[in-house]
């Protein structure tokens, strides 16, 4: 399995950013995605996941009614609709997936792992 993120770039604070992440083959089997992200000289932190067929979504405090996870099993890919964003929202974004059922929020839970995508949010 292999996992391609893109759509990371520069934001002004309040503006929005959609990131993607397309798996190879079927996604089906990857029950469980999520979105991580690790900004400079910090430790990575989970950010959204969600099930195998989209009906159970869980997002850290920190992104909570501004960041929307969603996936498409038939078109392959997960995307996070990031909205409003602020400067703390800076990092490297990474997804992941891994074939538990649940919805899993560390990162050592998870399989596999995309190259990154950076996103900078400054005025």
């Known amino acids: 399995v292999q996992l391609q ?4 770039g520069l934001v002004q604070p309040g503006e929005s950013l959609r990131l993607s992440c397309a798996a190879s083959g079927t996604i089906f089997s990857l029950a469980t995605m999520g ?11 989970f950010v959204a996941a969600i099930n195998w067929n989209g009906g159970r979504i869980y997002n850290a405090d920190s992104v909570k009614g501004r960041f929307t996870i969603s996936r498409d099993n038939a078109k392959n890919t997960v995307a996070l609709q990031m909205n409003s964003v602020k400067p703390e929202d800076t990092a490297v974004y ?16 998870y399989d596999y792992w995309g190259q990154g995508t950076l996103v900078t949010v400054s005025s």
């Open 94 to 109: 990474y997804c992941a997936a891994d074939k538990t059922y649940g919805i899993l929020t560390r990162g050592s839970e």
């Open 35 to 45: 979105w991580f992200r690790q900004a400079p000289g910090k430790e990575r932190e």
């Open 5 to 8: 993120a893109s759509g990371g």
